[in-house]
């Protein structure tokens, strides 16, 4: 990466900071969408009103500012500034150049449009060549085959699976770990 490459906007989207006035709203409708959420996370799932977003973006910007090892992007879409996900890097463990990472593409019309996969390069780039992390880690249900399919091409590993860890509508399933380190990511964004 060189100095004069962006560092939050790629050709569809850009990382940006939360608008605590347009934003609870939008995401507030994301949370209505149990499929979404359901393959977003594996605890229990339920619709959120704009103020308890809000609330939970204080809570976030929050944690930021205490140094509570959590970095929190929206993602939004270029031109036009829409809203259309988010992107976080969680559970920073500064001493170890290790985090988790996240990111899901909440309004249903961009998803399988290549945003994802761009703020997720956008966010690797971030946390490899910015916060000068050394891995990042990620959990995905095996259920989530998008989700699988989007952090293997950009070179994420499966490193563990936790066998049954979910469950979900009846039956169990696997939590699956899939992790990248930064010499890999340099090799591949090379």
């Not at 019309?109 to 703020?119: I, L, N, Y």
């Not at 563990?160 to 469950?167: E, H, L, S």
Request: aromatic share 10%; with cysteine.
């Amino acid at each position: 990466m060189k100095i004069e490459d962006s560092l939050y906007q790629g050709k569809l989207v850009c990382l940006a900071p939360i608008d605590h006035e347009a934003d609870p709203a939008i995401a507030s409708r994301w949370t209505h969408d149990a499929e979404f959420m359901r393959l977003l996370q594996p605890d229990p799932v339920r619709p959120l009103s704009p103020a308890m977003v809000k609330k939970k973006y204080e809570r976030i910007e929050k944690a930021a500012e205490e140094g509570k090892n959590l970095i929190y992007f929206t993602i939004r879409l270029l031109p036009d500034d829409l809203l259309i996900g988010f992107a976080q890097l969680y559970w920073v463990e500064w001493n170890n150049g290790a985090a988790m990472i996240q990111l899901g593409i909440g309004d249903p019309e961009w998803r399988g449009q290549g945003c994802g996969t761009e703020a997720l390069q956008l966010l690797l780039r971030y946390a490899f060549a910015e916060m000068n992390l050394h891995r990042l880690s990620a959990r995905i249900g095996e259920y989530n085959p998008a989700a699988i399919h989007l952090f293997e091409k950009a070179g994420f590993i499966q490193e563990v699976r936790r066998r049954q860890a979910i469950q979900r509508d009846g039956r169990r399933w696997d939590m699956l770990s899939y992790g990248i380190l930064r010499p890999e990511w340099e090799g591949i964004s090379g």
